[in-house]
């Protein structure tokens, strides 16, 4: 069961660029969306310049993180000095919690859970798998119990990451979207 996670899913990347350009045509209209986006292409490169430490734990923990974070950063940097860190965190959420609904069939292969007798045991088992080996999020205890599972990390790459890029409140943005994408499984396993 499970395996690692290792940042926005296939389906996700699919349907990230569509997700994006509608927040910021949302947020911006789209003569300063454009703006927008060059602005923070512009910081993306300039994040990965000055920040060699985060760009070695984004690509250790995979090249599309590593792709995919300065440009998460460009994006607040740039809505950060344009409104405020508050209002650029909650525009990166909903990119974040949009995104969600297209990843969580991907990280959870639910039509394989469902053909098991118990599909919320077979999914406690598969998440077991995901974090057991681990190194980004190395587990330290699994709780399990017959309406749930809880499951303690030791440390988080997305905390590791936000740090070494100079902004910890991004690591939310994991979380965030898994807020988002478990109640959109619930029901099915």
């Not at 350009?21 to 969306?33: D, H, S, T």
């Not at 993306?44 to 920040?51: I, P, T």
């Not at 959420?93 to 639910?110: E, F, G, H, K, W």
Request: glycine content about 8%; some cysteine.
């Amino acid at each position: 069961y499970g395996h690692g996670i290792t940042g926005v899913t296939p389906n996700g990347r699919r349907h990230m660029p569509r997700i994006v350009l509608r927040a910021v045509r949302k947020e911006f209209g789209v003569l300063k969306g454009i703006v927008f986006l060059a602005l923070s292409l512009v910081r993306s490169v300039l994040v990965k310049r000055r920040n060699p430490e985060g760009m070695r734990l984004a690509a250790d923990y995979s090249s599309e993180f590593a792709n995919d974070f300065p440009m998460i950063v460009g994006m607040y940097e740039t809505h950060s000095n344009w409104t405020d860190a508050d209002e650029a965190y909650g525009f990166l959420r909903t990119i974040v919690q949009t995104s969600a609904q297209y990843q969580m069939y991907d990280l959870y292969p639910v039509e394989e859970l469902q053909e098991f007798t118990d599909p919320f045991e077979a999914f406690k088992r598969y998440n077991y798998g995901i974090f057991a080996d681990d190194d980004n999020y190395p587990m330290e205890e699994f709780v399990d119990e017959p309406n749930h599972c809880q499951i303690m990390v030791g440390s988080c790459a997305n905390v590791q990451i936000a740090h070494a890029f100079g902004y910890p409140e991004l690591a939310k943005l994991g979380c965030d979207h898994d807020l988002a994408g478990y109640p959109l499984i619930e029901d099915d396993v």
